[in-house]
């Protein structure tokens, strides 16, 4: 198993990725379009170059957020209010709007009632003209309050959800390897994505179109009542109960649908992202056929998922309008017979058909937006759920800096399993001096990489402990650690960027003359010599441009670069040329020279230059000793160099 492999779309880098490379941190681009160089505008042609600098110069300002990146976990509330009462100025700004335009709506009906009464009916022109200039003016004034309301409650969202992507990505860099191996992609994608969309899309409009309807419909309430106590009263017992028993059926059945619409988007991205990772192998091992059937299965799942939640509203909205028709068709029974008994003028009449009109038709948007508020309430739970996640591996509070170190490790007494009650490591005890070098070996699934994933502290052990110049690693914070102890993936991964970006990721800063004696170090010259920019050449994602072989070159130069105490590496064992196979080796020989080193090694040329070899077996160390040593003393290395070295020999012949 590849030290990082499992869970996130390939290598990750642990918890504050450090000298790692993965997941951690920005993409190499994203950090150097921040210093103006680099991926994005490489290769400009000069007569474009200006142009591009003005397009630059005109984008808004990002400044680097208030609160800086901590390893401490998110102990935050969230709720629909906590987003909303981040930004209190937006939320009172958009909040009058809100209010004057509720206001402001509801003085039509009265104005034609004052229209038919005191113009047509009392033939009074002057009035006619007054109401028709008021009506006017109210239309103009609805529309600016409308603007007003839209603008801020657009922008209260725009940065409520902006936060809330960066608050959920920041916990997702702070997880342990635990969580990833455990999660799938897309299921993150979609927390990401659709749920934080459904939320922006409640916070944009839903909630301002929440409060002006409710208003129009206690306003419209209270003018109802004013019109005539009587009449109103008789309607509303009509229509209120109905429509109340309807809407708490539609809440209890929506509730269960919304959460199985967004379960249904997470294993559709799920689905999504694994083929398009895994688009080789599929192709490779022809199943294009059975991933498009098994798509369908999941696309099927979601559409049942909509068709669920489509059924139910498609019984509460035309409900809702059945109940409210039939309410006016009695308003017009009783109300009619008031006008011929002269207890209500016919504009009265009208204005009051006109309100209870303007009474359900926010009833009719309210549907919309609470199944909008439905869906928002899904996503909320969903993402609060990732958000209370918590990493297996934690820093602890008031933790300190790990000193620059010699490099002394000291494995004592550690048990560790994924799972606890199956330990992987048992009760292991191990000592490395300051820049030695040690080659694990042993069979495949021995516990190897799970030794070096302790090592850099991407798990804990379970109990015992892990030491760096005597101090233990949860004593110490990530950062330092990280910065300390470099890891080589087996697999190791590049970001789409330049070649420059993927070498500096762990260290942005590093001086050209570092970079430049990295590439020589590795045996990379010949690769940036053949690019047609240079080190400032831009790899294609997860450097799928350059061969397996320079990938490792690259994540060898990037821990060089990085220049860390202790070096953790996982050989790859994918088969190299001899030429290719060369070139590693000797950039690992150059990597480790005066450092620690713990190498996982499937390769025994490796380990036979390595000071120490330890064969690690039966959950523990089963041999240890130099090479020679081992070999002499005739026991499971022994057996393993013979058996290499006859299949390479055999290889070679
Ligand atoms: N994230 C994980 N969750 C659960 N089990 C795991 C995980 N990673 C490894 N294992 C299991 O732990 C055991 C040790 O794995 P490890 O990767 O340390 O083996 P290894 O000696 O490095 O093997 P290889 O030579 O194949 O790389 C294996 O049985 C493996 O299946």
Known sequence: MSMFGGGFGGPGGGPGSGAIGGMGGTGAGGRDRRQGGGTPFAGIPAELAAGVARLESAEPARPAPDEPF?????????????????????????????????????????????????????????????????????????????????????????????????????????????????????????????????????????????????????????????????????????????????????????????????????????????????????????????????????????????????????????????????????????????????????????????????????????????????????????????????????????????????????????????DPARPVLHDVTLRIA?????????????????????????????????????????DVTLDSLHRQVGVVPQEPFLFAGTLRDNITFARPDAPASLIESAVDAVGLRDLVDRSPGGLDTVLHERGQSVSSGERQLIALARVFVAEPRVVVLDEATSSLDLRSELRVEAAIQRLLDGRTAILVAHRLSTARRADRVIVVDDGGVAEQGGHDDLVAAGGAYAAMYATWESHASAGQA
Not at 285 to 292: E, F, G, I, S, T
């Open 70 to 418: 901590t390893q401490q976990p998110d102990t935050g509330r969230l709720t629909l209010w906590s987003l909303l009462s981040g930004r209190p100025g937006l939320l009172v700004a958009a909040a009058v709007a809100v209010l004057i335009e509720a206001l402001l709506l509801q003085s039509g009906p009265y104005l034609v009632q004052v229209g038919i009464d005191s113009g047509i009916v009392a033939r009074d022109v002057r009035w006619l003209v007054l109401a028709a200039v008021a009506f006017f003016v109210s239309v103009l004034l609805t529309a600016a309050a409308s603007a007003v309301r839209i603008r801020q409650s657009g922008r209260l969202a725009a940065y409520a959800t902006r936060d809330l992507r960066v608050r959920v990505f920041a916990h997702l860099q702070r997880l342990s390897l635990d969580h990833y191996t455990r999660e799938k992609a897309g299921v993150t994608m979609t927390r990401m994505t659709s749920d934080v969309e459904a939320l922006q899309h409640l916070l944009s409009e839903g909630f301002a179109q929440f409060l002006i309807h409710g208003l129009t419909m206690v306003v419209v309430t209270a003018v109802l009542v004013h019109y005539h106590a009587g009449l109103a009263a008789i309607t509303l017992l009509l229509v209120v109960p109905p429509l109340l028993g309807l809407s708490l059926w539609f809440r209890r059945a929506a509730d269960a649908g919304y959460g199985r619409q967004r379960d249904a988007i997470a294993a559709l991205f799920t689905h999504l992202s694994e083929s398009l990772y895994g688009v080789r192998v599929i192709t490779a091992h022809n199943q294009r056929d059975a991933q498009v059937a098994e798509h369908r299965e999941v696309v099927g799942g979601y559409r049942d998922a909509n068709d669920h939640t489509g059924r139910i509203s498609a019984v509460y909205g035309p409900g809702t309008s059945v109940i409210g028709l039939l309410g006016l068709a009695a308003l017009l029974l009783i109300g009619g017979r008031m006008v011929l008994r002269g207890e209500l003028s016919i504009g009265e009449l009208t204005a009051f058909v006109l309100y209870l009109n303007a009474f359900f038709q926010p009833v009719q948007q309210l549907v919309q937006l609470y199944t909008n508020y439905q869906q928002a309430r899904a996503a909320l739970g969903k993402l609060r759920g990732l958000l209370r996640t918590t990493p297996a591996v934690v820093e602890k509070p008031g933790a300190g800096a790990l000193p620059p170190a010699e490099g002394a490790i000291e494995l004592r007494s550690v048990t560790f399993g994924y």
């Open 434 to 474: 300051p820049g030695e070098t040690v080659a694990c070996v042993g069979p495949t699934g021995a516990g190897k990489s799970t030794l070096a994933k302790l090592v850099a502290r991407l798990y804990d052990p379970d109990s015992g402990s892990v030491l760096i110049d005597g101090h233990d690693l949860r």
